[in-house]
């Protein structure tokens, strides 16, 4: 994908799956829209001399991408993420990748998939895929310049 500046559509995000370890990610199929969540964990504390203002810090940070569309049989990133749905544990881990405009891009390694739906709705709808994808650990950011650096 060519590097984008400026204002971009969402479409333009990519998002690549696999097995924890391996070296082929996947597109996945038919993914119509996607959310991200940072989760900081923020310690506060008042001590006597800030005269009871707070003090913060941010000591800890997670990121889940909520990512939903339609079931694809047959489609290899799709088969992939569907086929976790009964599992658990470090069976339920991927490396997944977030592919920017920019060319920005972040791996989640050993990232933990929830699945959330998986091929019900009405008789005449077409069958969803829906999931969480949640980082398990410190992603490593490389940026368009061609920098990594963990987030």
Do not use: H
């Not at 005269?51 to 049989?73: D, H, M, P, Q, Y």
């Not at 086929?83 to 977030?98: I, P």
């Amino acid at each position: 994908m060519a590097t984008t500046s400026g204002v971009y559509p969402c479409y333009e995000n990519q998002f690549k799956v696999g097995a924890a370890g391996s070296s082929t990610l996947n597109t996945i199929a038919d993914m119509e829209s996607f959310s991200v969540s940072f989760d900081d964990g923020v310690e506060e504390w008042t001590p006597f001399e800030s005269e009871g203002w707070v003090r913060r810090l941010k000591t800890a940070k997670g990121v889940t991408i909520s990512v939903s569309g339609k079931r694809n049989a047959g489609d290899t990133g799709n088969d992939f993420i569907a086929g976790l749905a009964f599992k658990n544990g470090r069976d339920a881990e991927v490396d997944f990748e977030w592919n920017f405009p920019d060319g920005t891009k972040v791996k989640f390694t050993n990232a933990v998939v929830s699945i959330s739906a998986l091929g019900s709705s009405d008789s005449t709808a077409v069958a969803p895929l829906e999931f969480d994808i949640m980082s398990n650990g410190k992603p490593t950011v490389t940026t368009s310049s061609g920098s990594g650096s963990g987030t």
